[in-house]
Nanobody, 130 residues
Framework: QLQLVESGGGSVQPGGSLKLSCVAYGFTPDYHGMDYHAIGWFRQAPGKEREGVSCISRTGDLTKYKDSVKGRFTISRDNAKNTAYLQMHNLEAEDTAVYFC??????????????????WGPGTQVTVSS
């Protein structure tokens, strides 16, 4: 079973930065590890639906971003470390949410639909407040 664990969340002031990590453990029933999977970052604010923030293909050659985070967030991955990252700069109060990473066995990635992803981490809280 592929398991994902996020870390790096916390509380920052507006304009601050955080770097989230998503570590993958284990394999799928077909013995496929993280390097077979696209990774997506999603977030859910209180009282709102979960939304896609960014995603990266399994080789890292394709990345996508939600419009409101373009230029502020950068997604990356290191398959040798079974880890994906979300570097967040110039954080805004509207970025406050629980952030989740997700994995799907595919050559591309999407952020429009969370049900496309098969594996999810438990989430990490990001709070942006003065």
């Amino acid at each position: 079973q592929l398991q994902l664990v996020e870390s790096g969340g916390g509380s920052v002031q507006p304009g601050g930065s955080l770097k989230l990590s998503c570590v993958a453990y284990g394999f799928t029933p077909d013995y496929h590890g993280m390097d077979y999977h696209a990774i997506g970052w999603f977030r859910q604010a209180p009282g709102k639906e979960r939304e896609g923030v960014s995603c990266i293909s399994r080789t890292g050659d394709l990345t996508k971003y939600k419009d409101s985070v373009k230029g502020r967030f950068t997604i990356s991955r290191d398959n040798a470390k079974n880890t994906a990252y979300l570097q967040m700069h110039n954080l805004e109060a509207e970025d406050t949410a629980v952030y989740f990473c997700a994995a799907a066995e595919s050559t591309h990635c999407i952020i429009e639909h969370d049900d496309w992803y098969d594996y999810w981490g438990p989430g990490t809280q990001v709070t942006v407040s003065s």
